[in-house]
Structure formats: structure tokens, C-alpha cells
């Protein structure tokens, strides 16, 4: 059989119409339900419903990979040069027949291109949220910057080509955590753009804000190390806590586990990649993690003194992801990396970027002086959470 090109563009039209139709369904109901609303209001809706379904595809993405479904289909955008499996339903039981546990069976092709079909279906959201932010800024009806929903559509578009290198790299490990941040940060960018929308802003003193940065910074630095560790599928390379294989410090190979340039389970040399790698790789994101729920607890701590409703409800929040995240990334080592736990510590580092970019956007330093006390007097009803 001759060999399928990596991008094969003939069904690219038949992909971009079925995205069409499927981003039919959303935006209908947006419509329906907001007719009678303010343009802001109707934006902010297809925003926040834009970022639940890019929600649901960042999830979808990472049972994607966790299921070794990222080859199902060897070629981008389509399947074998095909819209769906249907299509190619004679490719893929010629190689599974000639590798039966190989990364191409009918399942996974149907589970990596569902994941193309809400990728698609979500391009075609974010792209008519820009030609309307556009149209309602010529108006002057918008809210906020037209800008930002283009920067979103320029951001979507790349991560779309993060997802065609994904898949013809062969699972590259910087590129398939690349294309796991590009689909967090496009969570953030929706969320902050849902919160211009209709603002709701939450003062707190300098202190207060400095630590919601450093959080902020060292969640992503966390959110990064922890996709490190997925790609190279090095979660059980440490299968006890809080020690790892019986060791507080046990042996570890940092050169060539955060060497970047490499094929997957590889060294940069072509050698196959030393276990000690992965300890190194493994323990390195268990111990951001203890300086981050630390942090987190913090931070909560902090808005909790406030006076205000909203600083004490986004406490609480950051409370409940932190614990999540404290769970499911323990199930995942003692229980020896479920998929169900796996799903959710991803969702929880999902919810936890989104949570602290919408913070980081309502908050602004205090009017007050300078008194190193949080407390501060109620804002109005519309600044609360």
C-alpha cells in the first residue's frame, strides 16, 4: 500500500462545512435566547459558550492522547484523505491488520477525529466572535476591543497548526505540550474576554495582588511541567507518595529528561530515554506542586480576610481546585494513572488558569493606603462573584 502524505487537503472543505454545522447548534441558541439582549450581553454569551465548548475539547484532547488516539488517523486534516473513518474504513482495517495493537484502529480514528470535529466547529465560534466584535466596535456598541477576539482567532489558528505537527511529528513531546498550553491559553484569553464583557471589578490591597502574580506565574510554570510529564507518559515513573520508588531523593537524569529537542521515549541522541529521566521529569512537577498548593492556600487565605463578598468566594473557589487538583494528581500516582483521574487533574489545571486570569483581570490595586491589612468596605452588588 502506497505510503498516506502527511497533509493530505482534499477533504479540508467537507471539514470546514461540517464545522460550520456543527457551530450552528451554539450559535442558534445564543440568538434564541439573548434576541432581546444588549449586544455586550449577547457577546458575552457566545464568549462564555465558546469557552465551555473549548473547555470540553481541552478535556477531549487529553482523553485523546491518554488513549493513544493521536495517530488514529496518520494524516491532517482528514482521515486517510477522508472527512471521518467512514470513509477510510478500508486504510484502517489494512493497518490494524498488519498491526493490531498499533496507534491505528477504527476506535481511535473515531476518537482523534471527533476531537478535529469540535477543534473545527470551535475555529468557526471564535471566528464569527471576531467578525462581530468587529461590526459592533463600527457601531459603537462594543464593549471591549475588537482586538482581543481577533487575537483569539489568530491564537485558535495556531494552535490548529500545533495540532497538524502533533500528529505528523509522530507526538513530538514539545509539541504536544505546546499544543496542551496553546488550548489552556485560549481558555484564559475567552475568559478574560467574558469578563471585559460585562465587568464586575474586585479591589484588593498591593500585597494581595503581587501574590495573585506569583501564583498566577507559578501555576503556569506548574500547568507546563505537568503536561511535560504527560507527553512523555511519565506519571508512574514514581508509583508510591510521598516518597518515589522508596526514596526522598532518588536517582535522576535532568539533562536528558527537559532536553526539548527529542522524539518521544528518546534522548536527543536517538538512545532509548534512561528511566532515571523520567523520575527526573516526575519529581520535578511533584515538588512545584507542593510550592503551588502552598501558594494557593495563601492566596486564599488573603482574599478571605477581605471584607468583600467576592474576594472570600474566589478563596473558596481556589480552596475547592486546589484540593481537586491534590486528589486527582494522587489517584493518578497511587492508583497507577486511571484514565478517569488523569481527565481530571487536566480539567482542574483547566479550571485553575481560567479561575486566576479571571481574577487577575477584575482585580486593581486599592485605593487604600498602604496599612498591610486587606480589609476593605463593600463593593457594590455587581462586584461580587
Not at 210 to 238: D, E, H, I, M, P
Amino acid at each position: 500500500m502506497d505510503a498516506q502524505p502527511l497533509y493530505d487537503l482534499t477533504p479540508i472543505v467537507r471539514m470546514a462545512a461540517l464545522g460550520v454545522v456543527l457551530a450552528l447548534g451554539p450559535l442558534a441558541w445564543v440568538w434564541l435566547r439573548h434576541r432581546g439582549a444588549t449586544p455586550a450581553v449577547r457577546m458575552r454569551a457566545l464568549t462564555l459558550l465558546t469557552l465551555f465548548l473549548t473547555f470540553d475539547l481541552v478535556v477531549f484532547g487529553a482523553f485523546t492522547r491518554l488513549s493513544d488516539s493521536g495517530l488514529g488517523c496518520p494524516d491532517w486534516p482528514g482521515c486517510y484523505g477522508n472527512a471521518s473513518p467512514l470513509g477510510a474504513k478500508a486504510e484502517i482495517h489494512a493497518e490494524q491488520s498488519l498491526r493490531p495493537s498499533g496507534p491505528v484502529t477504527h476506535g481511535k480514528a473515531w476518537v482523534e477525529m471527533v476531537h478535529r470535529y469540535l477543534a473545527t466547529a470551535v475555529g468557526v465560534l471564535i471566528t464569527v466572535m471576531a467578525l462581530a466584535s468587529w461590526y459592533e466596535a463600527r457601531r459603537g456598541r462594543s464593549t471591549i476591543s475588537p482586538w482581543w477576539a481577533t487575537a483569539t482567532l489568530v491564537w485558535v489558528c495556531a494552535q490548529g497548526a500545533f495540532g497538524a505537527l502533533t500528529v505528523t511529528l509522530k507526538l513530538y513531546p514539545a509539541i504536544v505540550t505546546l499544543h496542551l498550553l496553546g488550548g489552556i491559553g485560549l481558555l484564559a484569553l475567552l475568559a478574560v474576554q467574558g469578563e471585559l464583557a460585562l465587568p464586575r471589578p474586585m479591589v484588593l490591597d498591593h500585597g494581595t495582588r503581587r501574590l495573585l502574580l506569583a501564583v498566577a506565574a507559578l501555576t503556569l510554570l506548574q500547568v507546563s511541567l505537568g503536561g511535560w510529564v504527560s507527553t512523555n507518559y511519565a506519571v508512574l515513573a514514581c508509583s508510591d507518595f510521598p516518597t518515589c520508588q522508596g526514596a526522598w531523593w532518588p536517582e535522576m537524569d535532568f539533562r536528558h529528561g527537559f532536553t526539548l529537542r527529542r522524539e518521544l521515549g528518546e534522548t536527543r541522541g536517538g538512545d532509548f530515554l534512561p528511566f532515571a529521566a523520567l523520575t527526573a521529569i516526575h519529581y520535578t512537577h511533584r515538588l512545584m506542586a507542593y510550592a503551588v498548593f502552598v501558594a494557593l492556600l495563601w492566596l486564599a487565605w488573603r482574599l478571605h480576610r477581605s471584607a468583600q463578598a467576592a474576594p472570600r468566594r474566589a478563596a473558596f473557589a481556589l480552596i475547592g481546585v486546589a484540593l481537586w487538583q491534590l486528589a486527582s494528581g494522587l489517584g493518578n500516582v497511587v492508583l497507577g494513572w486511571p484514565l478517569a483521574a488523569a481527565l481530571a487533574h487536566t480539567a482542574g489545571a483547566a479550571v485553575l488558569v481560567a479561575l486566576l486570569a479571571v481574577l487577575l483581570v477584575r482585580t486593581a490595586p486599592a485605593s487604600l493606603p498602604e496599612t498591610g491589612d486587606s480589609r476593605q468596605p463593600a463593593r457594590p452588588a455587581r462586584a461580587m462573584l
